[in-house]
């Protein structure tokens, strides 16, 4: 199968599957050994069958849910998707890792990254990360507003671009060197992340983020699981540690390690990062602080 013909595949995914709720589309793009991956969730949904569950799950709580997909690239047999869904909560009670969410006629609109894996012109795999924790305040039980839609910048060398992430992960985020990013990020960076109302932005206000961070989590460190590259386009998707030691979104210091998982798009120019989209469970590293029950 071609790129573009696993593109479209995970556009039906999207368009026909979970927007028109086509079930006969469903079976036909699943492969038998379909597997969809959520921090929100802590099983997998396996199978047509635990893919027909993920999908009814759904419609039934948001009848006229819509997922509009905003960036779609692939490498080989994998697709980075950032998509945007909007929806009502007018049917059944939502399940979610804090309880049930009954329906009380909320709207919503979140932003969300998935990976497919896509075989022989099948669906394999997707792990999906969502901002379940503005979805849950948007239903009606916690803080923290969505973002926009980005600018998209020129394409450049994939090569330079895939420098620049790596520095950005091991020196920045990993080492905290606040030097390098004066060299990596554009003057008008903007970092764009659920928990904050309003983007970081340029490089003074990145300093400040990534002090904040370290001041939280002073042995943070994050591993890069997987990447995609296309043109001006990175797409990674990763696993975080770290140790609790500071204050961090209003939660004073507990002294848990924490293990995070999340997804970051990259839009880069001329060698050097000009925004970041960020996806991460959230709602998980909140129950990790003791800042939210478990149950309702």
């Not at 998509?83 to 049930?100: E, L, Q």
């Not at 329906?103 to 609109?109: D, P, R, V, W, Y």
Request: glycine share 8%; with cysteine.
């Amino acid at each position: 199968m071609s790129i573009e013909a696993n593109k479209a595949v995970a556009r039906r995914y999207f368009n026909e599957v979970f927007n028109e709720a086509n079930i006969t589309t469903l079976e036909e793009i699943s492969a038998p050994d379909f597997q969809f991956t959520i921090p929100t969730h802590p099983q997998p949904f396996r199978g047509v069958e635990g893919y027909k569950e993920l999908v009814n799950m759904i419609v039934s709580a948001f009848p006229d849910i819509h997922f509009a997909v905003e960036d779609m690239f692939a490498e080989g047999d994998m697709i980075l998707t950032r998509w945007t869904a909007r929806g009502t909560h007018t049917g059944k009670s939502f399940p979610t890792v804090i309880g049930d969410i009954p329906a009380i006629g909320n709207s919503f609109l979140i932003g969300g990254m998935s990976w497919h894996r896509i075989v022989n012109g099948k669906i394999a795999e997707v792990i999906a990360n969502e901002d379940s924790l503005g979805l849950i305040h948007q239903l009606g039980r916690a803080i923290l507003p969505t973002q926009a839609v980005p600018t998209i910048p020129k394409p450049i060398s994939p090569e330079v671009n895939k420098r620049t992430i790596s520095r950005y992960f091991n020196e920045v985020m990993n080492q905290g060197k606040l030097d390098v990013i004066d060299e990596i990020l554009a003057p008008n960076f903007a970092f764009r992340i659920p928990t904050l109302p309003d983007p970081v932005r340029e490089r003074d206000g990145m300093k400040k983020f990534v002090t904040g961070l370290h001041t939280a989590f002073p042995d943070i460190q994050f591993t890069v699981e997987r990447q995609i590259v296309e043109g001006n386009k990175v797409g990674c998707r990763y696993s975080m540690t770290g140790t609790h030691k500071g204050e961090f979104l209003g939660v004073p210091p507990t002294g848990n390690p924490v293990k995070d998982t999340g997804n970051d798009l990259f839009h880069l120019a001329g060698g050097q990062i000009v925004e970041i989209w960020v996806i991460e469970d959230t709602l998980g590293l909140m129950q990790q602080l003791n800042a939210i029950a478990a149950t309702v």
